[in-house]
Structure formats: C-alpha cells, structure tokens
C-alpha cells in the first residue's frame, strides 16, 4: 500500500467501528484533534463512573408512568468503597432491605447505577417504559432504584419482594468509545449467591451504533416470556428466534 492510499484505508475503517482507528506506517505525532477527542472521551468515562445518577430524574419519569419506587443501597458506603470492594455492592445495607415487601410481583426490576451514571440517567427509564408496554400480562414490582449496586444486588431485591423474575438494568463499564452503555440481565429464581451461568445478559444498548430501545426491548420481552414459560434463564435459555440479535456473556 501506498502512502497515498493509506489515508483512504484508515477513513474506510473508521467508518466501520465507534474505535479509533490510527495505524500510521510513518510513526509520526497524533494530530492536536485526535489528541483532544482522546481526553474528552476520556473525561467522559471517568465522570460516568464518578458521578451521581440522576435519580430525582429517573424518579419523576417512573412514578410518571404510574410506577412504584424504591430507593435503595448497597453495603458499599462511598464510591470509593464500591469500586474498591465489588462484594459490598452485591449486598443490601439493612435499612434498604428491610424497606422491601413481599409483593409478590410477576416481575422484579431493578435499576442500579453500576459503572455508568451516564447509562442509566440516559437511558434506563425509557426501557423501563418500553419493556413494561411491550408485556402488559407481566404485573411488575416496585422500581428498584439502588445506589452503589453490582449486577447481584438484584437477586436479593427479588427474593425479597418474592419475585419469580428479576431484571437488572446497569450501566456497564465505560469505553473510550461509549460512556453510556447499559446492560441488562434477567434471572429466574434469584437468590443471594445464583451464579452468573443462570443470567442472560443483553448489553450495548445506547445509540450511535448500539442496540436500540426496540431491539432491546423486542429480545427482552422475548426472553421474560420465554423464561416464564421454562421456569429457567441462563444456560437453559437462548435465544432461538429466526433473525434475533445474539446474546453477551454475562460480566
């Protein structure tokens, strides 16, 4: 390849990937933009990880499609201790525990801020709207919204509320390319300890190139159909539709 051509190739490339896509056979210095779109994105993730969701936010939109919230916390006190010991972020403190009903929905969901303030603030109240109008049979339990929590946090919420079903919405850990990815993970039977083999897990989902509300919504309410009828998730569940877009491993 020419030098000539090598300019053409790198913008083919980038066109196919959010990553940055720099193989310059001179070795010369990144151009000032490249360098600053670096630490822009850079500042970006770490104020994801770093800051506060918008729960007043979250809230207002929830309760405004006529939902019941729950403000919770993990053991995990600071953000600090939450990034420090992931174990405290898979636990209730006691006060928020003991804050949980048996209601006995068909389905719990929990919403927790993980390693994304910027996923969860963007987009978790919209899929929560999505997924709960694409499934009018599923009665679902008071919203979940948990500060300083890990993906396991969510099996103690449902066991708590004596939900057959949990769903978690996440933010995931933030990119150089994406600082608001949010995951999902369904799991049947949650308890405190179920291992991960027993969650399905559809992550990615924002825009610019990540998956939709529809399509994330169109797989989930498959899924929690699916789960129902089984009385499994994890291993026991795929994804088995025509043309459905492929599920993650869990993290």
């Given at each position: 390849?020419?030098?000539?051509?090598?300019?053409?190739?790198?913008?083919?490339?980038?066109?196919?990937?959010?990553?940055?896509?720099?193989?310059?056979?001179?070795?010369?210095?990144?151009?000032?933009?490249?360098?600053?779109?670096?630490?822009?994105?850079?500042?970006?993730?770490?104020?994801?990880?770093?800051?506060?969701?918008?729960?007043?936010g979250?809230?207002d939109?929830?309760?405004?499609?006529?939902?019941?919230?729950?403000?919770?916390?993990?053991?995990?006190?600071?953000?600090d201790?939450?990034?420090?010991?992931?174990?405290?972020?898979?636990?209730l403190?006691?006060?928020?525990?003991?804050?949980?009903?048996?209601?006995?929905?068909?389905?719990?969901?929990?919403?927790?801020?993980?390693?994304?303030?910027?996923?969860?603030?963007?987009?978790?109240?919209?899929?929560?709207?999505?997924?709960?109008?694409?499934?009018?049979?599923?009665?679902?339990?008071?919203?979940?919204?948990?500060?300083?929590?890990?993906?396991?946090?969510?099996?103690?919420?449902?066991?708590?509320?004596?939900?057959?079903?949990?769903?978690?919405?996440?933010?995931?850990r933030?990119?150089?390319?994406?600082?608001?990815?949010?995951?999902?993970?369904?799991?049947?039977?949650?308890?405190?300890?179920?291992?991960?083999?027993?969650?399905?897990?559809?992550?990615?989902?924002?825009?610019?190139?990540?998956?939709?509300?529809?399509?994330?919504?169109?797989?989930?309410?498959?899924?929690?159909?699916?789960?129902?009828?089984?009385?499994?998730?994890?291993?026991?569940?795929?994804?088995?539709?025509?043309s459905?877009?492929?599920?993650?491993?869990?993290?």
């Amino acid at each position: 390849m020419s030098e000539a051509e090598f300019p053409d190739v790198v913008h083919r490339l980038s066109d196919l990937t959010p990553s940055r896509v720099r193989l310059d056979p001179t070795g010369s210095a990144a151009p000032l933009s490249a360098v600053l779109d670096f630490q822009l994105s850079h500042a970006r993730a770490r104020d994801a990880i770093r800051s506060p969701a918008d729960w007043e936010g979250i809230t207002d939109a929830l309760t405004g499609q006529g939902l019941e919230v729950l403000d919770l916390h993990s053991q995990a006190e600071t953000r600090d201790i939450y990034i420090r010991r992931p174990d405290l972020g898979r636990r209730l403190a006691a006060d928020s525990r003991a804050r949980i009903a048996a209601s006995a929905p068909d389905l719990a969901i929990a919403i927790v801020d993980g390693l994304s303030a910027t996923a969860v603030s963007t987009h978790a109240a919209n899929m929560v709207r999505a997924i709960a109008g694409a499934l009018p049979e599923v009665a679902i339990g008071p919203v979940a919204l948990v500060r300083e929590g890990r993906v396991a946090i969510g099996d103690e919420i449902a066991a708590a509320m004596q939900a057959p079903l949990c769903l978690v919405l996440i933010g995931e850990r933030p990119g150089l390319s994406v600082s608001d990815s949010l995951g999902a993970y369904l799991t049947w039977d949650p308890k405190p300890g179920t291992a991960d083999s027993r969650r399905n897990c559809v992550s990615n989902i924002h825009g610019r190139g990540g998956l939709s509300y529809d399509r994330a919504t169109d797989l989930l309410a498959f899924l929690i159909r699916k789960a129902r009828e089984l009385g499994a998730t994890g291993v026991a569940l795929k994804d088995d539709r025509p043309s459905g877009p492929a599920l993650s491993a869990p993290d």
